[in-house]
């Protein structure tokens, strides 16, 4: 094996690191060169382009950049990362939303009645909430407890002018009301249209708008935390499917719209789960498949036509199951029940004896039959009872349990407008 000296090895390197920089010299020299008539020959293109096409081109800029401002969401590149905008994906759609979105939600706030000690009556400031024009002729989507026992209504609308609504008609036991005011001529009004509720999916991405503690239609973001939740609401009724989120709701939500990433309305946010007053991450909103039945009747009618069974139901008590010697202490006892009315045809049952109830002394019959399931739905208070019945429609049939002499009984029953 040869040997070489260290003088050696440093020379034979010295050598080819020269010979790498020429090399490389070489190299850029002739590219460059290739690149200067390139560059001529387009030049030389480029200056045969008329002033028409230049115009043309302008135009087109004009309108991509219209489009562009219109929708956020297509900044975002092919390949999914960081858009050129600097916005990723997500943050584009939140802007898309709120864009489309923000000036269609109102502020709601009420003034009550009150009076003084000595029974003179003021008015004084009610309550406060969100609303969602849904309609281009000022008709307003909220809760009911958000404009309850309200004297004058007034909706602030995005632009801080605000006008004087009235109710159209409310719902307790969806807890949905729709009020409307008049906006000015020439004033073209944003809406939200309804999203379908009954495609959502656990883990969803939702948005809510509202106008919490009163900061005026303040963006939240969540994803859909359950579904299908019996909620009941501060109406003491129970409110069927409610959709469980975990974006933001807190005082002065309710009523606003709950969106998905398309900007359709897929539920009416109402209510939260808190120790504090306060979001705590579980918030229900009233699924837009109810909000859509509910608001057709109240517009059209002014209240809900609802399916309801021809007999006076009373909530039972343990007190009353003992008096009664009943073997159960839950559901909903027929007082009495019409006569010649669906329900007597169908072979339900009212009472026969004649007792004392409540604080105020009135009459009621026990003995009779006492409902424990309507439609695969337990019974177990009045608010398990009208739940039951929210979706019915007069000349329904439902399936009825009742409890008789210790033995249960089912009973086909058609209902009869409410």
Known sequence: MKLYSH????????????????????????????????????NSEITEVTSSESTETASSLEETVGFLEQNPASFISVTGGTANSGYTQEEAQNINVYSLCNEAVVNINTQVT?????????????????????????????NVHVIADATKIYVSLFDGTQYEAEVVGTDQDSDLAVIKFT??????????????????????????????????????????????????NSNNRIIRDMVQTDAAINPGNSGGPLLDTNGKMIGINTMIQSSSGSSAGVGFAVPSTTAVRV?????????????????????LSR?????????????????????GGNAESAGLRGGTEAAYYGSRRDIIYIGGDVITQIDNIAVTSLADYYSALESK?????????????RKNVTLRIKLVES
């Open 7 to 42: 003088a050696q090895l440093l020379k034979t390197t010295l050598i080819c690191v020269v010979a790498a920089v020429l090399l490389t010299a070489a190299i850029c020299v002739n590219i460059s060169k290739n690149k200067q008539s390139s560059n001529t020959g387009e």
């Open 183 to 232: 906006p000015p001529a020439g004033m073209e009004l944003k809406t939200i249209a309804f999203g379908d509720s009954s495609s959502l999916k656990v883990g969803q991405r939702v948005i809510a708008i509202g106008n919490p503690f009163g900061l005026e239609r303040t963006m939240t973001t969540g994803i859909v935390s359950g579904l299908g939740r019996p909620i009941q």
């Open 295 to 315: 608001v057709a009747d109240l517009i059209k009618y002014g209240k809900v036509h609802r399916g309801t069974i021809d007999a006076t139901v009373i909530q």
């Open 114 to 142: 009150a009076y003084d000690w000595f029974l003179q009556p003021y008015v004084q400031d009610g309550g406060s909430g969100s609303g969602s024009i849904i309609d281009k002729r000022g008709y307003i989507l909220t």
């Open 319 to 339: 007190r009353i199951a003992q008096y009664a010697g009943l073997d159960i202490a839950s559901g909903v006892l027929i007082s009495e029940v019409a006569k």
């Open 393 to 405: 429609k007069a000349g329904d049939v439902v399936t009825v349990v009742v409890r008789r002499n």
